[in-house]
């Protein structure tokens, strides 16, 4: 955790840091670390959102992805979070974001359930993951995304944070999702590969 995690924390009223482990380690489920403030920023100087955008973090842990986009885009954003205690602190610190907030045009919201059952809404299109689960349910998750397309017909992005070999082979490999972007995160990337940003987008 960085100096600067905290003090972007401070400023978003929010408190983010730190790892959790489960006490009952699965292989489907990973640890919660959020994506570092340094890292959005430099994705998000490149990658634009548009207040017509939904946004949804899977697996959001105690919420920054949610405020940080919602605070520098005004965008709504779902966060789905399997962990009981993670969706309390997401929730808490939704209390303390929002007396910062003066104007809400967009929402935050968060919903505790597994993002394997979470059903993809129609105007949900852009679709954030940082490592979050196993390739098995990530495949699930992505088979909901593309049925949510059938029902309605849009452009929908997907966007990895940190991605491991599985998730890229699979959207490149099984699914229609084109490679749109790749963002290098400077000084960590030269020492971690794995410290990127990679869009994927289906359909116009
Ligand atoms: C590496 S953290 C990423 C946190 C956040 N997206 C960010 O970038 O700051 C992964 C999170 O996914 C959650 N998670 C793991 N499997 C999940 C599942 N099947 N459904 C919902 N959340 C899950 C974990 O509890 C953890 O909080």
């Known amino acids: 955790m960085s100096i600067y995690d905290k003090e972007c924390d401070r400023s978003l009223r929010i408190n983010t840091v730190g ?100 059903e993809v809404g129609v105007e949900d299109n852009r679709f954030y993951f940082f490592n979050p689960f196993s390739i098995q349910i990530f495949m699930t998750v992505i088979d909901n995304i593309l049925l949510s397309v059938e029902r309605r017909q849009r452009s929908v992005d997907v966007i990895l944070y940190y991605p491991t070999s599985d998730y890229i082979e699979f959207l490149e490999n099984d699914t229609p999702f084109e490679l749109v972007k790749g963002v290098k995160v400077s000084g960590r990337y030269e020492i971690d590969p794995n410290e990127h940003f990679l869009v994927f987008r289906f359909g116009d």
């Open 19 to 118: 790892k959790r482990e489960w006490l009952h380690q699965s292989s489907h489920y990973n640890r919660y670390e959020a994506t570092p403030y340094k890292a959005l920023d430099e994705f998000f100087e490149g990658y634009k959102l548009n207040k017509t955008d939904s946004v949804v973090d899977f697996g959001c842990g105690k919420g920054r992805l949610p405020f940080y986009i919602h605070d520098r885009f005004d965008v709504s954003v779902t966060g789905i979070e399997m962990s009981g205690q993670l969706y309390m602190e997401a929730l808490e610190n939704e209390a303390s974001y929002m007396r910062k907030v003066k104007r809400a045009n967009a929402y935050i919201r968060f919903e505790r359930c597994l993002a394997e059952e979470y």
